[in-house]
């Protein structure tokens, strides 16, 4: 029987792009991502939780951006080919007026495709 306690990863990435254009203005984007995101999986249930703090700045704005994520899950192990039912949850920040010094929007930096 697989048992295991929940586990923390913490990481910063820093991101530059020399030519980034958002509302507030075009120029030097300057990003830092602070994640922290708690998970378990054992045989029954799982869980994944992701915190994102961006700050930073873009051109003449102060970067305050933010997003979380969760994916938990319950395997019934007792049916045939084990089903999962899941609950997916994730919430970004935007920006809420584009004529201040503030930029709200979440830089996700690399997302991956829908395809493959």
Do not use: C
């Not at 990863?9 to 030519?19: E, I, K, S, V």
């Not at 922290?36 to 930073?56: C, L, M, P």
């Amino acid at each position: 029987m697989l048992k295991r306690a929940s586990r923390v990863d913490l990481y910063y990435l820093g991101y530059l792009r020399t030519a980034a254009t958002f509302d507030q203005g075009r120029g030097r984007e300057l990003r830092h991502s602070w994640r922290a995101r708690v998970w378990k999986t054992s045989n029954a249930i799982d869980y994944n939780f992701e915190a994102v703090i961006q700050t930073g700045r873009v051109a003449n704005a102060t970067i305050r951006a933010w997003t979380i994520a969760s994916d938990t899950g319950y395997r019934i192990e007792t049916a045939a080919a084990r089903p999962r039912l899941g609950l997916r949850a994730n919430v970004t920040s935007g920006d809420r007026d584009r004529q201040d010094d503030r930029l709200g929007t979440f830089n996700p930096l690399f997302p991956r495709g829908g395809g493959s």
